[in-house]
């Protein structure tokens, strides 16, 4: 291990640095090279760069998802209380369980996200596509992720979770102040008061639902859910796995979609390439999860002692696993700093890896291929807005636009 030490990884970490967060794949690339395991004593935390090394992370059994607890810490103290409240919700989500609450509990909750759900559910996706693009067909403007790849998958999880579609806006709310709970770092008052009046919210909401399919089946999710014996999964679980799904279905779906739109549009020759033969979009989908992840860290806690490129992480100490520089690294992608559409690079680790990759991950690329063939096919001459200004989501955990301008 070359033992130089750099600004970067001092008071210059790229996530001390808010400027950093346009543009740390310089950074990412140092770390990959020189600190591919990294202990950052000031946020008192493991970093791990290289792809080999995350990959291995993912699947090791001695690396814990379950993490509410260092939120609660994490939280402010005056609301840490009010917090409490709903943690226990919180701890039952899929993805903070290990194994055996983890596998039962995905088991259940895959029959409705396996391969034939999600074909099921295309004709309702390109409808909401459609339906969000008539909005605006007639005025030649369209901000692609505030009106389209921001609604898109609330509305379709909405949906597909048997809300009414009357409530749909209000689902769009609480999915926004869950990501500002789980995202924004650190966590703040507002942060954590809003989640814990959504997540209130929603869980009577839910129950009242809950009781509803039990009278009057219905074959949606809820519907599928309210059916389940409790030796399966308890209500609690139900309700906060709902929950669970505004939270991981709602921010990376937007980020992906508009990742894609953006980097095609700033890519003209790639997206040329794409326009002349449209089969190329699941490869301009795939190299936007690796090029521009949508979840660029995913932390674990250590059960146990665990030795790795030299280093030793010890039990209770967290680990950031940079899918970022994963994605990137040259061990596993050459030239891995250009976004080219037509190169099979084999699959990213953008959907996790191992017992917990994304549950979600059919659902989240079904809605980006339909989203984007709609979009290209009825707005064929899309380009940036350069009369508006592009507004970026970065932040510890997450690459995506904001707002982003077109016209057509």
């Not at 969000?132 to 509305?155: C, I, K, M, N, W």
């Not at 008061?193 to 869980?203: G, K, Q």
Request: proline letters at 6%; aromatic letters at 10%; glycine letters at 6%.
């Amino acid at each position: 291990m070359t033992e130089r030490i750099d600004a970067r990884e001092t008071d210059e970490f790229f996530l001390n640095v808010p400027e950093k967060l346009d543009d740390p794949f310089p950074d990412l690339a140092y770390f990959r090279e020189n600190r591919p395991i990294f202990y950052h004593e000031t946020l008192d935390q493991w970093f791990a760069f290289g792809h080999e090394d995350v990959s291995k992370l993912f699947s090791d059994p001695r690396m814990s998802a379950d993490r509410m607890k260092g939120f609660v810490d994490a939280a402010p103290e005056e609301v840490r209380e009010d917090l409490r409240k709903v943690a226990p919700y919180l701890e039952m989500f899929v993805l903070m369980n290990d194994e055996p609450d983890h596998a039962r509990l995905r088991k259940f909750l895959h029959r409705g996200f396996n391969a034939e759900a999600i074909r099921g559910l295309r004709g309702q996706i390109q409808q909401i596509a459609d339906e969000l693009l008539d909005r605006v067909r007639e005025t030649g403007r369209l901000d692609d992720s505030a009106d389209f790849a921001f609604l898109l998958p609330a509305y379709v999880l909405s949906d597909f979770l048997g809300f009414p579609e009357k409530d749909r806006d209000r689902v769009v709310q609480w999915s926004v102040d869950f990501i500002g709970f789980f995202n924004v770092v650190p966590i703040t008052v507002e942060t954590t008061r809003d989640m814990v009046r959504s997540a209130t919210e929603m869980i009577g909401y839910t129950k009242e639902l809950l009781a509803e399919r039990r009278e009057h089946p219905r074959e949606d999710f809820l519907g599928l859910l309210a059916g389940a014996d409790p030796a399966e999964i308890s209500e609690e679980e139900v309700v906060a796995n709902a929950m669970l799904l505004l939270l991981a279905g709602h921010v990376a779906p937007r980020n992906l979609i508009g990742n894609a739109v953006y980097l095609l549009l700033t890519h003209p020759d790639q997206f040329a390439k794409l326009k002349e033969d449209p089969s190329l979009l699941d490869g301009a989908i795939e190299e936007t999860l690796r090029y521009e992840p949508p979840v660029t860290l995913i932390p674990r806690i250590a059960l146990e002692d665990v030795e790795m490129g030299g280093e030793t992480i010890h039990a209770g100490q967290i680990v950031q696993l940079s899918i970022a520089s994963a994605n990137r690294d040259a061990a596993r992608f050459p030239d891995p700093d250009r976004f080219d559409i037509t190169k099979k690079r084999g699959p990213t680790l953008s959907f996790g890896h191992g017992p917990h990759g994304c549950l979600g991950a059919l659902l989240a690329m079904e809605e980006a291929r339909i989203s984007l063939a709609t979009l290209f096919r009825r707005m064929p001459d899309l380009r940036l807005d350069d009369d508006r200004e592009i507004k970026w989501y970065r932040n510890a955990a997450n690459r995506g636009p904001d707002s982003l301008p077109v016209v057509f």
